[in-house]
């Protein structure tokens, strides 16, 4: 679900950092194989499906992350505990001592609970490559240095470190949440209108095509599998995610170009009166402008959510419904632009829930 969302997003944040000059380091989602956890579940058990792999995968030098209080995630995290490595859980539940670090959020609303840990997952990139960079050498200019300027500087003492490291992410998070206000002000019409014009299209059997690049790819699959499982009794919506077929990627990139991925799924799987929504932290992305370009031309609805004031996408004819962030920091547009994703998803299915019927029982 939308945990595994995360863990990949997690995954790219670490292996190809946002930050320019930020070393790469070695991240893997173990959600990302189909094949894997597919032929475990039906060999062992779902609740085996992380276990399985951490087993066979690690090393004690390693590092597990569980995004989730799912059984399987609560296994593979007691696997590697077991087997020395270090372990970190962001979610509810466990006693305090079966990882050695845990994030939790007060809140029963899991795309509250969603909200708040992508922006711990970033604070938490940043503040890895800081102490990575050995805090005490001459600061720089830019970069990480820029963010936390106070652990730069020779001579710094431990504790005010830590100390300092604290209350800059209070700071942190409270600029973050003023941004999602400004954006929830500014933006609640455009949304609302938004969602009626997609409850419409819902209401006449439209399919929802999500796509984006890197984080925003995995942002992607998180707006599908919320339109796709929602919790009863909000209604299933049919969503499909351009990003998911490897081998649809691969083959077009190969055989075509990479800026056409997303257009020539869309000329594929489009119809006219489907809903296309297209997610990037800068609004440029040239294969998202040209799914875009292909959904429009379809006649399909288009929603675009960019940082930077809209980018590229604020000059383009082909978005319907454009939500922009103003901030040039890739994280902090991805976390508001999580929160815009939520609300859409709240206002189109209040918008259908009283029409809609109830969805058929799970099989089994």
Known sequence: GAGTTDAQHVAVEFVHPVIVGKRSLPALSLASDAATMLGTAARLGFDEVFAHQVH?????QDIALGLSDDENVRRGLATARAAGLLTLSLGPGGSADDVDHRITVSSLDPRICKEAYVTAYHVLWELVHVFLDSPGAPAGEGGVEGLYPFLYGKGSDPD???????????QKLAEILELRAAVGREQASAVADCARETA???????TLLAFGNGGSSTDAQDVVQTFMNPEPPAPALPALGLTNDVAVLTALSNDVSFDVVFARQLAAFGRPGDVAIALSTSGGSRNVLAGLDAAKRLGMLTIGLAGYGGGRMAESSAVDHLFAVPSSSVHRVQEVQTTVTHVLWEAI??????ELPPPPPAPG
Not at 56 to 60: A, E, K, Q, T, Y
Not at 349 to 354: I, K, N, P, V
């Open 200 to 206: 419409d299209r819902f209401r006449s059997d439209a």
């Open 56 to 60: 066979v995968l690690s090393r004690p």
């Open 349 to 354: 299915t209040h918008e259908l829930s009283a």
């Open 160 to 170: 005010q470190t830590l100390a300092a490291t604290a209350e800059s992410i209070r």
